[in-house]
Structures are given as C-alpha cells and as structure tokens.
C-alpha cells in the first residue's frame, strides 16, 4: 500500500536569489531521508516553491517502514555450554536478555569460532510517525547564504515561518517548527486571495493553488512569465531581451505573473546600451525592449506579482520610477565624458586596493610591468597595446557610472575607450580582461585582453599570499581559486608557451620593490595552490585522480599540453595490453632507485650479461624518438615506444642482481642504466602514482 505526501513551509518573502538553490536542497534532503529511513517510494518525489513557500510532493509512498533484520552475537558456542551440551549461566543469560527460549539460538560460524546469536525481525514504523520526526530535521538542515532569527525563536531560517501543511493520505502529520504547529491549512496569493485555504489531499491543494492565483511549479510560473513579456513587448511592436537570468529572478518573485510596457524618453537612446540595459535591469527587473533591426526601443516590460486593475496606471508607475533611474545615469555619463578615460589614471591614486597591497594605481603599474613581460613571451610587437590597455583597464573604477552601477566596470572602460577614439582591440580588451568572470565562464577572445587579465590575476595572487591572505577551506574573499582557475583556462585556451613559474617569479620580483615579500615561501605556496586548483579542474573534468596525480606530479609548468597529455595517458590505459605491465615495470625500476641518491652515467663495456646489453640497446633505439613525439605533444606514439621496454626490463630484473655487492662498478652501471630508463618514463608520467 502506498500514499501521498504533501508538505508545504509559508514563509515571508523568500530572496529571489536564494530560491533555487532552496528547492533543490529540499528535495535532496528529502531523498536522503527516504532511502535513509527505508521508506519506499514508487511515485514521483518534487519539489516546487514560490517566493512565499516550498512545497514537497511524494506520491507513491510506502504507508510503513520496511522491515529490518537485527542479529546479535552473544557468548562463545564452547563458553555456552558444558562438556554435556547443557547451557551454561553464559547462554541462559544471553537468552534471557533476548527473551527467547535457550534452544531458540542460533549459531554463527566466524574466523574466530562458533558464537550464539538471535536473528530478530524488527517490523517498520508507520511513515506517518517517521514523517513527524523527518520533516523537521529537513527544514532545519536546508543551508542558506543567510539565515534570519525573529522574535524569541532561537530556530533559523531564510524568513520567519508563518504556515506549515503537513498531510499524509490527507491526515495532518503532528509537529512543530519554530513554535508553528503543522496544520490543514495554507494560504493563498498575497494580495489576490489572501484567505486560509483547508486543504483535503494532493488534488485539492492543486485545485485551489490555481484558484487562489498561485502557480507552484516555477517551469510553469517561468513559462507564464516568458508568455506575458512577449505578449506585452509585441503591444508596442517589440522584443524583449533574452535574458536567463533576469527571467529566472523575476519568476522567482511573483506568484502570479502579470505583465506591462511602459516607456521612456527617446532622448535617453544616446547613453549606450548597456547603461539603458542595467538600469533597467538591476535596480528595476525591467526587460528591454528591441525592435526588428535589433535596436533598443524606448519601451521596457515590468512584472508584476498581481493582476492590475488599470494597467496605465501601474505602467505610469513603473514609467515614473525608471525616469528618474535613467536622468540619474545622463547625468553621470556627461560628467564622465568630460574628461578622457586616460586621464583618470591618476584619479586610482585615491583609492586604496589593499591596505598592505597600496592604491590601485600601484597594482596597475605592477600588472602593467608583468603584462609587458608577458607580451615580450607571446605577442612581441603589442607591447605598446599591452601597456595601453593595462592603463585604461581601471580607470572606469573611478567614474559616476561605475560607482552608481558597480556591474558595469569594463563595460564602461570599453564604451569610454571608444568614444575617446581608441583602436577597437584595445576596447576590447579593457573589458575581456575581466574574463572568465566566473567558473565555466566565457573567455577573453582579445589576446591583449588575455594578457592583461593574466597580470592583473597574478599580480593579485601573489600580492594577497605575500601579506598573509590566503584563501581557507571557509573564506576566499578575493577570490583567488577563480583567478588561479582562470589563469589556467587562458593559458589552455591560447595554447601560449608560457613557464607559469618563470610568470609567478617576474609577479614576485614586481611586488617585492613596493611590498616585503618573503620570495622562495611565497613562490612555493603560490605554486602549490596553483597546483591544486589544476588537479581539481581536471577531476572535475572526470579524469581519474590517480591519472590527474601521475602527470601534474612530474610536469606542472607549461600548462598548456597537460590536459592533452592525461587525456592521451588516459586513452592509452584504456586501449593498450602493455598499460598494466608498463606500470609494473617502472614500479620495479623505482623501488630499486629508492636510495640512490647519486647519479651514474653508463657504461656499455661494463656489461656482463646479454640482458643488460639488450636493454640498452632497446632504451638507446626508442630514446630519441619518444622525445620528439613527446615534444610534438604525440603522447600516444611515445609510449606505445616505451612499452617495448617492458619485456628487456623484466629480462634484467630475472637475470642479474642490479645491487650487487661483488662490484660497486657493475652495481653502479646496472643502477645508471635504470636512472636512464626512469629520467624517460618521468618525462612523461610518474606511473608509481598508479593504483595497479
């Protein structure tokens, strides 16, 4: 037999941005509880919300707990009974406790002997009861950005609890969270049917949700919303914007969508795009509006969380409060426009970067230095792009707009940069220097721009480590992973020959002229974080950690081949016969260099025996050949010739003793021979690292 669940916390007014992740915690939780408590459920699990609820829906659910089987081991069958066969005080008594007859126990035969034990079928609770202790710790264990406290209630949670309807096969399941009793009853739209709801089951609940103007389900609530911005837009012979984000914001605060154009003056057109497009945006969740050329139209659309009575006066509202969003955004861009962009380089001299770090003019001109550098390895005759580009990419920092709107820095450094008559490359890269600005985001097309996004991310890495403010497991407050992640990503993504060690020791260099900088500590730990951060992009990425470990361990300088290099290590392991015992080999040529401190050359007069002249030969024969295909980045190639020293190292392994103490010369030349052989498999991997 099987039911139904339905359980739905009212809240206040849930963040927008907090929402999403809410509901998918709710449902998680759920399906951990579940399976954890063995209560079977053969229907559907969803979770929906509002920015006044979570809901959670089962159907299909076990009324009771599965069954448990329980065993205890008791005393030793030889301590149980006597040389008889009579029960022993031992097994009355374990039989006793148990409440079973004596000659009820079992016996379990285990390594250490036979022991009496009791097989005990434990009958599931009724999901009911689970459920009255379930539910709450649920609530409880959804995490939140931020939590809020109110009144004397000590319980946290996103927003005070106002309602909890909590029904199984349409009986309340009994509790309390945070001083609210679950209950039959929910409520309805805010404004449009504010009334208590009794709900009898699933079904009712459903029913009067839709009558009371709310849609619970945000794929529907979103598909309503997308509806009525384009049926709105058309009114006035638009489009709206196409915007994920904004559109999954707005669904998530109304319960019922209603839409409405308005419009604003044409004279606002002449402020770039993305100004009009923010300040509607941002501030105001409004979408632009585009007409059939892809130009912006002096039209925007307003959600609303209610059906308006007389939309001109809602539109007039709306109309009302972006004016003067708008005025606010001329004014700063004439002030801005009085002055170039360039000029306001000086102006970074008054805004401090960090205290210990200086101003950020001081960081401009370190990054500015590194990007030269970095120019000078890859794009030789930019460097006077470079240069530009490392002055200008700030100087939006200090402008009106990017102080009202904080979203637009770069934007705004592009569009000053143009207006002030710029190359476009350079404009481009003000903005792309910004690039990746999150995990997985888009790259920087401008090399110019990818440059100075480098510098400007090293200088940063390295300058918060040398004063101390690294990143821990709970607090990265600048924001370094990503940074180091973004480096990395650049440097794949331009496939440039860069050392990342010879770029962190120019960063360091830099910096220490203006800050203390202990330089081998810094470098060590910069270099090691940058390390870590490569390793998990790659499991990430669903490598193996053992294939991850075996490559960023010999090789972690030149990043740009080293995810070509595993993925081919990978294909390799998974296709070729000769991968087990290539590893096996090479294990057994390590655990006899273990401690060998010296190195020694080889000798090919000092062999005594046929099998080490055949290794040599097969090492010298594939030797020169594997490195031009590991330099061509053929990895494949170079180990499919690295295998054919497999079955010559096993002949040298069977037939002399490498350590031999009759000759230290002979012992020395077996061990060069083998230095040789590691030297080449390292070049490539460290296959110790493999679990075989």
Same mark, same amino acid.
């Given at each position: 037999?099987?039911?139904?669940?339905?359980?739905?916390?009212?809240?206040?007014?849930?963040?927008?941005?907090?929402?999403?992740?809410?509901?998918?915690?709710?449902?998680?939780?759920?399906?951990?509880?579940?399976?954890?408590?063995?209560?079977?459920?053969?229907?559907?699990?969803?979770?929906?919300?509002?920015?006044?609820?979570?809901?959670?829906?089962?159907?299909?659910?076990?009324?009771?707990?599965?069954?448990?089987?329980?065993?205890?081991?008791?005393?030793?069958?030889?301590?149980?009974?006597?040389?008889?066969?009579?029960?022993?005080?031992?097994?009355?008594?374990?039989?006793?406790?148990?409440?079973?007859?004596?000659?009820?126990?079992?016996?379990?035969?285990?390594?250490?002997?036979?022991?009496?034990?009791?097989?005990?079928?434990?009958?599931?609770?009724?999901?009911?009861?689970?459920?009255?202790?379930?539910?709450?710790?649920?609530?409880?264990?959804?995490?939140?950005?931020?939590?809020?406290?109110?009144?004397?209630?000590?319980?946290?949670?996103?927003?005070?609890?106002?309602?909890?309807?909590?029904?199984?096969?349409?009986?309340?399941?009994?509790?309390?969270?945070?001083?609210?009793?679950?209950?039959?009853?929910?409520?309805?739209?805010?404004?449009?049917?504010?009334?208590?709801?009794?709900?009898?089951?699933?079904?009712?609940?459903?029913?009067?949700?839709?009558?009371?103007?709310?849609?619970?389900?945000?794929?529907?609530?979103?598909?309503?919303?997308?509806?009525?911005?384009?049926?709105?837009?058309?009114?006035?012979?638009?489009?709206?914007?196409?915007?994920?984000?904004?559109?999954?914001?707005?669904?998530?605060?109304?319960?019922?969508?209603?839409?409405?154009?308005?419009?604003?003056?044409?004279?606002?057109?002449?402020?770039?795009?993305?100004?009009?497009?923010?300040?509607?945006?941002?501030?105001?969740?409004?979408?632009?509006?585009?007409?059939?050329?892809?130009?912006?139209?002096?039209?925007?659309?307003?959600?609303?969380?209610?059906?308006?009575?007389?939309?001109?006066?809602?539109?007039?509202?709306?109309?009302?409060?972006?004016?003067?969003?708008?005025?606010?955004?001329?004014?700063?861009?004439?002030?801005?426009?009085?002055?170039?962009?360039?000029?306001?380089?000086?102006?970074?001299?008054?805004?401090?970067?960090?205290?210990?770090?200086?101003?950020?003019?001081?960081?401009?001109?370190?990054?500015?230095?590194?990007?030269?550098?970095?120019?000078?390895?890859?794009?030789?005759? %930019?460097?006077?792009?470079?240069?530009?580009?490392?002055?200008?990419?700030?100087? +939006? !920092? @200090?402008? &009106?707009? #990017? =102080?009202? /709107?904080?979203?637009?820095?770069?934007?705004?450094?592009?569009?000053?940069?143009?207006?002030?008559?710029?190359?476009?490359?350079?404009?481009?890269?003000?903005?792309?220097?910004?690039?990746?600005?999150?995990?997985?985001?888009?790259?920087?097309?401008?090399?110019?721009?990818?440059?100075?996004?480098?510098?400007?991310?090293?200088?940063?890495?390295?300058?918060?480590?040398?004063?101390?403010?690294?990143?821990?497991?709970?607090?990265?407050?600048?924001?370094?992973?990503?940074?180091?992640?973004?480096?990395?990503?650049?440097?794949?993504?331009?496939?440039?020959?860069?050392?990342?060690?010879?770029?962190?020791? %120019?960063?360091?260099?830099?910096?220490?002229?203006?800050?203390?900088?202990?330089? +081998? !500590? @810094?470098? &060590?730990? #910069? =270099?090691? /974080?940058?390390?870590?951060?490569?390793?998990?992009?790659?499991?990430?990425?669903?490598?193996?950690?053992?294939?991850?470990?075996?490559?960023?361990?010999?090789?972690?300088?030149?990043?740009?081949?080293?995810?070509?290099?595993?993925?081919?290590?990978?294909?390799?392991?998974?296709?070729?016969?000769?991968?087990?015992?290539?590893?096996?080999?090479?294990?057994?040529?390590?655990?006899?260099?273990?401690?060998?401190?010296?190195?020694?050359?080889?000798?090919?007069?000092?062999?005594?025996?046929?099998?080490?002249?055949?290794?040599?030969?097969?090492?010298?024969?594939?030797?020169?050949?594997?490195?031009?295909?590991?330099?061509?980045?053929?990895?494949?190639?170079?180990?499919?010739?690295?295998?054919? !020293?497999?079955?010559?190292?096993?002949?040298? /392994?069977?037939?002399?003793?490498?350590?031999?103490?009759?000759?230290?010369?002979?012992?020395?030349?077996?061990?060069?021979?083998?230095?040789?052989?590691?030297?080449?498999?390292?070049?490539?991997?460290?296959?110790?690292?493999?679990?075989?």
């Amino acid at each position: 037999m099987a039911g139904e669940l339905l359980f739905e916390i009212g809240t206040e007014e849930i963040p927008s941005d907090f929402l999403d992740e809410g509901i998918k915690q709710l449902g998680q939780l759920a399906e951990s509880a579940f399976r954890d408590n063995l209560i079977r459920i053969q229907g559907k699990l969803q979770t929906f919300g509002t920015p006044r609820r979570l809901v959670l829906i089962a159907e299909g659910v076990a009324k009771n707990q599965e069954d448990t089987v329980q065993e205890i081991t008791g005393p030793p069958k030889s301590a149980a009974f006597d040389p008889q066969g009579n029960p022993t005080k031992a097994a009355l008594g374990f039989a006793k406790k148990q409440g079973i007859p004596v000659d009820q126990l079992g016996t379990l035969k285990t390594p250490k002997g036979e022991y009496l034990y009791v097989k005990r079928k434990i009958p599931g609770r009724p999901a009911p009861d689970l459920l009255s202790e379930i539910l709450p710790r649920m609530v409880a264990d959804i995490s939140w950005p931020k939590s809020m406290r109110w009144g004397s209630i000590g319980f946290p949670f996103v927003r005070p609890i106002h309602w909890i309807l909590a029904l199984f096969e349409g009986k309340v399941i009994p509790f309390e969270i945070a001083g609210i009793l679950s209950e039959n009853k929910t409520r309805g739209h805010r404004f449009m049917a504010p009334h208590v709801l009794e709900i009898k089951n699933l079904q009712d609940y459903l029913r009067k949700m839709a009558e009371s103007s709310v849609i619970i389900n945000q794929e529907e609530r979103k598909h309503a919303v997308k509806e009525a911005v384009t049926k709105a837009a058309e009114a006035v012979s638009g489009t709206p914007m196409e915007d994920a984000e904004l559109l999954s914001t707005v669904t998530n605060l109304v319960e019922f969508p209603s839409a409405v154009s308005g419009a604003f003056d044409e004279a606002f057109l002449n402020l770039p795009d993305p100004v009009l497009i923010t300040a509607m945006k941002k501030h105001q969740k409004y979408f632009a509006v585009y007409n059939g050329q892809g130009h912006l139209m002096p039209h925007f659309v307003a959600v609303n969380n209610t059906v308006a009575r007389d939309e001109s006066v809602v539109s007039k509202g709306h109309e009302r409060v972006l004016r003067a969003r708008l005025a606010d955004a001329d004014f700063f861009f004439k002030e801005d426009r009085k002055r170039t962009l360039l000029d306001k380089l000086e102006d970074l001299k008054g805004v401090i970067y960090q205290a210990d770090l200086g101003t950020s003019y001081a960081k401009v001109q370190r990054f500015m230095r590194l990007g030269e550098y970095l120019a000078e390895q890859v794009l030789p005759g %930019r460097m006077d792009d470079v240069r530009l580009a490392s002055k200008l990419c700030k100087c +939006d !920092l @200090v402008t &009106e707009m #990017v =102080l009202e /709107f904080p979203t637009l820095q770069g934007v705004m450094g592009e569009e000053y940069a143009r207006l002030d008559g710029h190359p476009e490359e350079i404009c481009l890269a003000v903005r792309e220097h910004y690039l990746p600005d999150r995990a997985g985001g888009e790259l920087p097309t401008s090399p110019i721009g990818a440059i100075v996004g480098m510098a400007d991310r090293m200088d940063t890495i390295a300058g918060c480590f040398a004063v101390g403010l690294e990143p821990t497991g709970a607090t990265d407050p600048f924001a370094l992973r990503r940074h180091a992640l973004a480096i990395i990503r650049i440097l794949e993504a331009f496939a440039w020959n860069l050392s990342l060690q010879d770029v962190l020791s %120019r960063a360091i260099a830099i910096l220490s002229k203006e800050v203390p900088v202990q330089k +081998d !500590l @810094v470098f &060590e730990k #910069v =270099l090691d /974080f940058f390390r870590e951060r490569y390793k998990q992009l790659l499991l990430r990425s669903d490598h193996k950690s053992d294939l991850v470990e075996a490559v960023v361990s010999v090789a972690f300088d030149h990043i740009s081949p080293l995810r070509e290099r595993v993925q081919q290590l990978e294909k390799f392991s998974r296709e070729s016969e000769d991968f087990e015992s290539l590893v096996l080999a090479f294990k057994r040529v390590t655990n006899i260099l273990k401690k060998e401190k010296e190195s020694f050359d080889v000798n090919p007069d000092r062999f005594r025996e046929p099998c080490e002249k055949n290794l040599w030969e097969a090492y010298q024969e594939i030797e020169d050949d594997a490195r031009r295909q590991m330099e061509k980045r053929n990895y494949y190639e170079a180990l499919e010739l690295m295998a054919r !020293l497999r079955k010559p190292v096993d002949e040298l /392994f069977e037939g002399v003793e490498i350590l031999t103490k009759e000759d230290p010369e002979l012992k020395n030349n077996r061990v060069g021979m083998l230095q040789a052989l590691a030297r080449l498999f390292l070049s490539l991997a460290d296959f110790s690292k493999f679990s075989i």
